[in-house]
């Protein structure tokens, strides 16, 4: 948090935070943690009108914040430049779901240049949905008043083709350190909360999933700094 706090403290304009980690390491609900405690540590005040000025609002990227408190912190995942499924059938990559080729990483990276443009201007991020396993189009606002914005994801620290294009847009990197011990059951109860029966996950995990954990881990040295999370701490 610490950390998070300093990329705030410095100069005016919008700094991007990068998390990095395996497959079911836990990025996404760190990245809510940190979004939630750094919008309770710096509220900042904002005119409202209406109701949202007596009950509160919902903040640009769908997180109630406090009546009266601007939106200090955003995200933009890199799970929401997910290629389309008819894309990926098109592709033949159905089967590859969440390896490095079944991303627009162009995409993404030109997102991440655009939030750091001059002026601070109003960027909409998509996500990822779980339930409908495709991503969504413009669910996170990240409006100029927004100062950080966290992005998550698996190959923010990857050196090949588009992917080399993100780095240079994050001023740090967290690694998020998780064994396979950790991961392989989150993946497999992920994907039987998909749809899937318990050997259509186990084949999905060990021969996707993991070997794409193992493709992050060699990217962990080029982190600014590494997280080690006791067991259970993220649930």
């Given at each position: 948090?610490?950390r998070?706090?300093?990329?705030?403290?410095?100069?005016?304009?919008?700094?991007?935070?990068?998390?990095?980690?395996?497959?079911?390491?836990?990025?996404?609900?760190?990245?809510?943690?940190?979004?939630?405690?750094?919008?309770?540590?710096?509220?900042?005040?904002?005119?409202?009108?209406?109701?949202?000025?007596?009950?509160?609002?919902?903040?640009?990227?769908?997180?109630?914040?406090?009546?009266?408190?601007?939106?200090?912190?955003?995200?933009?995942?890199?799970?929401?430049?997910?290629?389309?499924?008819?894309?990926?059938?098109?592709?033949?990559?159905?089967?590859?779901?969440?390896?490095?080729?079944?991303?627009?990483?162009?995409?993404?990276?030109?997102?991440?240049?655009?939030?750091?443009a001059?002026?601070?201007?109003?960027?909409?991020?998509?996500?990822?949905?779980?339930?409908?396993?495709?991503?969504?189009?413009?669910?996170?606002?990240?409006?100029?008043?927004?100062?950080?914005?966290?992005?998550?994801?698996?190959?923010?620290?990857?050196?090949?083709?588009?992917?080399?294009?993100?780095?240079?847009?994050?001023?740090?990197t967290?690694?998020?350190?998780?064994?396979?011990?950790?991961?392989?059951?989150?993946?497999?109860?992920?994907?039987?909360?998909?749809?899937l029966?318990?050997?259509?996950?186990?084949?999905?995990?060990?021969?996707?999933?993991?070997?794409?954990?193992?493709?992050?881990?060699?990217?962990?040295r080029?982190?600014?700094?590494?997280?080690?999370?006791?067991?259970?701490?993220?649930?």
């Amino acid at each position: 948090m610490d950390r998070a706090d300093a990329l705030l403290a410095r100069s005016a304009g919008r700094r991007l935070l990068g998390i990095v980690g395996p497959p079911g390491a836990g990025k996404s609900t760190l990245a809510e943690r940190l979004v939630a405690e750094l919008e309770a540590r710096h509220a900042r005040p904002a005119p409202l009108a209406g109701p949202a000025a007596v009950a509160g609002r919902v903040s640009p990227a769908g997180r109630v914040s406090p009546a009266g408190q601007a939106p200090l912190v955003g995200q933009a995942p890199m799970d929401g430049f997910h290629l389309p499924g008819a894309e990926l059938r098109r592709r033949g990559l159905a089967g590859r779901k969440g390896a490095p080729d079944t991303f627009d990483a162009a995409g993404y990276a030109a997102l991440l240049a655009s939030l750091r443009a001059d002026g601070l201007p109003q960027v909409r991020a998509p996500s990822f949905d779980r339930d409908l396993d495709e991503p969504v189009p413009g669910t996170h606002l990240i409006t100029p008043d927004v100062r950080l914005v966290v992005c998550e994801g698996n190959y923010l620290l990857l050196t090949s083709g588009d992917w080399a294009l993100v780095r240079p847009s994050l001023d740090e990197t967290w690694y998020l350190r998780a064994d396979v011990e950790l991961t392989r059951p989150r993946l497999l109860a992920r994907h039987r909360a998909g749809g899937l029966d318990a050997r259509q996950a186990r084949e999905l995990v060990e021969g996707n999933d993991l070997p794409n954990g193992r493709l992050v881990a060699a990217t962990a040295r080029r982190a600014d700094h590494v997280v080690e999370l006791a067991p259970g701490e993220l649930g």
